[in-house]
């Protein structure tokens, strides 16, 4: 790798945790350009010429800049770290089905829940609560006799879920009941290379 990637991002947005995380894991090296999203440095240029729909993260690679964090993972796994990325169809796609896991029902539910309590975002608490519920039990059977979601070691599948399903309880969903998903998530933790990310926000735009 001959340049330093950039990721513009925000301490406190799952996704763009979920990138720097990544590149953490996988010895990426990268700088972290924090965005000042409580000033609406996203909602203006320079930064609207890297991600027009003025959402963090966006990473920077020469002149390839790619934006949505499951987007940036896939890119960052084909082209730095493959081992996280199966080649194999079958492998590829279990990880994909994950990517979408995060972006839908993750998304709609242990995360939502988190803006809500934290941002004061105006969402329903009860169908956050109740998405996190189904995804959380989807996740805990699916990880039963599993040390990660998929195959025998760790993948970009386990990093996408790992941010907004650690962060759960700061929308008032308790991760007890769920005893392979925190196992899951010690074993992230575990990884060396991990970073967490902060607890507490001010404001928050994420893709």
Do not use: C
Request: aromatic letters at 8%; proline letters at 7%; glycine letters at 8%.
């Amino acid at each position: 790798m001959s340049e330093t990637i950039q990721i513009h991002s925000f301490p406190l947005s799952g996704h763009s945790h979920r990138v720097r995380l990544f590149a953490n894991l996988a010895g990426i090296k990268h700088d972290v350009i924090d965005v000042d999203l409580a000033g609406g440095e996203h909602k203006r240029e320079p930064f609207l010429a890297l991600n027009p729909a003025g959402q963090v993260p966006v990473l920077q690679d020469g002149d390839v800049v790619v934006s949505d964090s499951n987007a940036i993972l896939v890119y960052l796994a084909r082209k730095y770290a493959p081992s996280y990325l199966p080649s194999d169809p079958a492998g590829e796609a279990e990880v994909q089905k994950f990517l979408t896991l995060a972006a839908g029902e993750i998304a709609f539910g242990p995360a939502a829940a988190r803006l809500i309590n934290v941002f004061n975002a105006p969402l329903n608490m009860d169908f956050t609560h109740a998405t996190a519920a189904n995804v959380l039990k989807k996740l805990d059977d699916h990880l039963e006799g599993r040390d990660w979601l998929v195959g025998d070691a760790p993948t970009i599948a386990d990093v996408a879920i790992y941010s907004y399903t650690a962060h759960a309880p700061e929308g008032g969903i308790s991760l007890e009941p769920y005893a392979n998903v925190r196992r899951l998530l010690a074993n992230v933790e575990a990884l060396d290379g991990f970073v967490p990310m902060p607890s507490t926000a001010v404001g928050l735009n994420a893709a």
